[in-house]
């Protein structure tokens, strides 16, 4: 492996990364996932992964987060390297709620605070306040089965703002949601992103939603996956409502360049 680099203030890099799996079988070969892919993500800037099926999305999210290490090259999250750091330094969002059906919305939010080692009552102290911010208010005793899937989203959201990690990855975050639901998350999620800024790497197989989530996008080949091509996204944030992003020529000048780009 590579000397490990470090990245100023709480921005992510990954330099020189490959990651291989042994193959399945007798005689199979290891499959390559990522190789010699560079990344990096500046503090407070949002960048999007988008990337065929397989090409090793998620598997860069986990070497980000510390849940692997590389095989070749290096991983830091600000001035963290080593996999137990770089866990401590983010906070991951998988691509389903994973919320805990014995809790209500406020005691599954607070479940952050609680791991940090903050006593159950004053964690949801701490965490009802921003349930109206998060257009959940009236729901904080509800159970998981009684909150549509959206809500639920919310609900794991700021459960992962709360554990106070500068640095978040999303894994396919609203990939479990119908169409209607999705746009209206993308919209909530640019919208709580312009008040609570973080550094964010989110994955995602949808084109339009990256481009309408990050400031930059970040397209990966087939397998082994690497970077082969990176997309500004000039838009404000908060950002305009949905409809009118996705339909001005300009995104959908930016939205053809990632297409073709993935080869589609």
Same mark, same amino acid.
């Given at each position: 492996m590579t000397e490990p680099l470090s990245i100023e203030g709480t921005g992510l890099a990954l330099a020189g990364v490959e990651r291989r799996f042994a193959?399945?079988?007798r005689g199979r070969q290891p499959v390559v996932a990522l190789r010699d892919l560079d990344l990096v993500v500046a503090g407070a800037e949002v960048v999007a992964v988008v990337g065929p099926s397989g090409c090793g999305k998620s598997t860069l999210l986990e070497l980000a987060a510390g849940l692997q290490e590389p095989?070749? @090259?290096? =991983?830091?999250? @600000? !001035? !963290? =390297? !080593?996999?137990? /750091?770089?866990?401590?330094a983010c906070a991951y969002m998988p691509q389903r709620d994973v919320l805990l059906p014995w809790r209500d919305a406020l005691g599954n939010a607070a479940l952050a605070? /609680?791991?940090?080692?903050v006593r159950a009552g004053e964690a949801r102290r701490r965490a009802e306040p921003l349930f109206e911010r998060f257009g959940l208010a009236d729901f904080e005793r509800s159970r998981p089965h009684e909150l549509s899937g959206g809500m639920r989203q919310r609900v794991a959201f700021l459960r992962t703002l709360l554990a106070g990690r500068a640095v978040l990855l999303l894994d396919e975050p609203f990939g479990a949601l119908d169409s209607i639901t999705r746009a209206s998350m993308q919209e909530w999620l640019t919208? !709580?992103?312009a008040v609570e800024p973080r550094t964010v790497l989110a994955v995602t197989h949808d084109v339009e939603e990256a481009l309408f989530l990050a400031d930059r996008v970040a397209v990966l080949s087939p397998r082994p996956g690497r970077v082969v091509a990176e997309i500004d996204v000039d838009l404000p944030r908060p950002r305009p409502p949905r409809r009118e992003v996705v339909t001005d020529p300009a995104f959908t000048e930016l939205k053809e360049r990632a297409l073709e780009a993935l080869g589609c």
């Open positions: 193959g399945s079988g095989d070749a @090259g290096a =991983v830091a999250v @600000g !001035a !963290a =390297v !080593a996999g137990p /750091e770089r866990l401590a605070l /609680e791991c940090a080692g919208g !709580a992103l």
